[in-house]
């Protein structure tokens, strides 16, 4: 039986007791950061693989300087505490971590100086995101990916999902899985929770962080990959609409996604309109490391034991100063 939990003001508190004010800064004006942290169950081990944790740590810290949050916990003291809420939440399934530094004073007025920071971690059963085994059907959106400009997309913002949100429900009220933003400049940036890579002639193509995209950590992953399993590098460089017209395969990337191919952009099929074999073949290695079943890729992951109702302290359960 699982104990939903959740790390909420300095405490493990049960999760329908981690409740924020309607003041709350973050909540009036989007002033939060967050990561999206994967727990992968393995069933052979009975843990959940939670997934280069530190390396959302390390960007969620990048994202807090963007926004001059303060987050007074060493990378250690975070990936402790996470392992724990992991562990005393006791799922024994797929689960998504979601980290927030965010703006807690209740005050009015838009600014990141003299407001007060706090720091939560709630986890939450979480299965397949998109049809990694069908692939999906992309538009690009008519919404145009936020400029580093206005709020930068390497920083994980709250408020700037608000720019993603718009762009996948058009994308699925038109007809389609996913939505493709492009930047100001007409370059391909992502999609609305995911980068995104084109094969063209054997080459692997994605936009370069100044192309407005989130330093995706998977997108980190599934370069190494290319690289060290398939020998292929990797190029980083503006994509234009047309070129995913006429790429030979394409594919997503994402803590969510995975890594799901797009097999139609547009209403054009990409290359033969099924899954291609490099993306085939990095979505075969991306699966086995995210589950910790490739020891080459063990220290990409952190096992995590459940705990049962019988490891639990009598009493005072799933609460702790
Ligand atoms: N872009 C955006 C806008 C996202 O929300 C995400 C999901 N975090 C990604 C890209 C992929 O990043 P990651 O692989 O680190 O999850």
């Known amino acids: 039986m699982a104990t939903p939990t959740a790390y909420f003001q300095r405490r493990f508190v049960p999760l329908e007791d981690a409740k924020i004010g309607i003041m709350t800064h973050a909540f009036l004006y989007g002033t939060a950061c967050f990561e999206g942290i994967r727990g992968n169950w393995n069933e052979d081990d009975g843990c959940i693989c939670l997934f280069r944790m530190p390396e959302h740590y390390q960007r969620l810290r990048m994202s807090c300087r963007i926004l001059r949050i303060d987050l007074p916990y060493t990378e250690d003291e975070l990936c402790d505490l996470t392992r724990e809420l992991v562990a005393r939440s006791g799922y024994a399934e797929d689960v998504y971590v979601r980290p927030i530094a965010y703006k807690s004073a209740e005050v009015i007025g838009p600014r990141m100086h003299d407001v007060q920071d706090d720091f939560l971690i709630f986890v939450m059963p979480f299965g397949p995101y998109l049809d990694a085994d069908a692939g999906i059907r ?184």
């Not at 145009?144 to 930068?152: N, S």
């Not at 939505?179 to 080459?203: K, P, Q, Y």
């Not at 952009?265 to 033969?272: E, H, N, Q």
């Open 138 to 321: 992309c538009m690009t959106s008519t919404w145009r990916r936020v400029d580093d400009l206005g709020i930068p997309a390497r920083a994980k913002v709250n408020g700037l999902y608000v720019n993603s949100a718009l762009a996948k429900t058009e994308a699925q009220e038109n007809g389609f899985d996913e939505a493709i933003m492009l930047d100001e400049r007409g370059h391909v940036s992502e999609g609305s929770g995911e980068n995104i890579f084109i094969v063209r002639r054997g080459a692997l193509i994605t936009p370069s962080p100044s192309d407005n995209i989130l330093e995706g950590i998977t997108r980190d992953s599934v370069i190494t990959l290319a690289r060290d399993e398939l020998g292929i590098e990797t190029i980083e460089r503006p994509i234009d609409r047309s070129e995913l017209y006429v790429a030979d395969e394409c594919f997503m990337t994402g803590t969510a996604a995975h890594v799901t191919a797009v097999v139609e952009v547009d209403r054009r099929p990409v290359g033969d309109g099924a899954t291609g074999e490099i993306t085939r073949r990095l979505q075969q290695l991306y699966f086995e490391a995210m589950r910790g079943k490739n020891g080459k890729y063990a220290h990409w992951v952190t096992p995590v034991k459940p705990q049962t109702a019988a490891d639990r302290p009598a009493g005072r359960q799933g609460v702790r100063a």
